[in-house]
């Protein structure tokens, strides 16, 4: 199994900064693309930013230049560092990530629990 454990969440004023970081941690054979999602109230969970194992990025239109994702394989670790934050950046952001637990096994994703950001004066 692998786990996801988020940190970093909180309340910032808009315009402010946070870090999020997510940890996958388990019985892991290797981990593809990281990735963080978001989802407001009443709204459906949406894509935040990927990042491949090569570091490739991909971004959601709402937050390109503002957020940028980055990783450590090593220590299968995944960061989303939010600048100029906005009230409408507020939502539960979840970690995701696509592993496979052993040679031969299929590729699964893997969740978070998920963190709160709120973004508010």
């Known amino acids: 199994q692998v786990q996801l454990v988020e940190s970093g969440g909180g309340l910032v004023q808009p315009g402010g900064s946070l870090r999020l970081s997510c940890a996958a941690s388990g019985i892991i054979f290797r981990i593809y693309t990281m990735g963080w999602y978001r989802q407001a109230p009443g709204k459906q969970r949406e894509l935040v930013a990927t990042i491949t194992s090569a570091d490739n990025t991909n971004y959601a239109d709402a937050v390109k230049g503002r957020f940028t994702i980055s990783r450590n394989n090593a220590k299968n670790t995944v960061y989303l560092q939010m600048n100029s934050l906005k009230p409408e950046d507020t939502a539960v952001y979840y970690c995701?990530?696509?592993?496979?637990?052993?040679?031969?096994?299929?590729?699964?994703?893997?969740w978070g629990q998920g963190t709160q950001v709120t973004v508010s004066s």
């Open positions: 995701n990530a696509e592993g496979r637990l052993g040679v031969g096994l299929p590729r699964r994703q893997y």
